[in-house]
């Protein structure tokens, strides 16, 4: 069956292109790069992320905001609070609130989560992995830099 070229304009409009400037998907791209993105996603997906040296293989689960800001070195409570929200928007978190004293808030990865998840870990392990090798690479380029 033919496709007419009306209907192939409209396929084409529905269909998302990072390579077009006014994707949207661009957006999600930038947003999912980001390093607080990666790290808060892996503590999220396997709880032994959170012990040194250990590769993301365990079960996720929900985490208290307090838990993740302890273990996210370096974060500030903004950046991390930015970085919750935005991922609870595209769906990729749960936010739960407890009405405890004091209130207690955890968060969890969703199933849409857990496949970024999933994508993210490898990106992360390969960072963790080859991280000497960059290090020389950058040095030695310093080197011939100057």
Known sequence: MATTAARQRARAEVE????VAACP????????S???VTLIL???GSDSAHRPGAECAGEPR???YSELARLLAGVSQ????QTLR???RDGLVTRTVVPTVPVTVSYELTD??????EMMRGVKAWAEAHMDEVLAHREGYDTRAT
Request: charged share 25%.
């Open 34 to 36: 980001n390093k607080w």
């Open 62 to 64: 929900a985490m208290r």
């Open 86 to 88: 935005s991922l609870e």
């Open 25 to 32: 998907s661009r957006k999600l791209l930038d947003r999912i």
């Open 112 to 117: 849409l989560g857990l496949s970024l998840y």
């Open 42 to 44: 892996a503590a999220l």
């Open 78 to 81: 903004k950046m991390l609070t």
């Open 16 to 19: 998302y292109n990072a390579f």
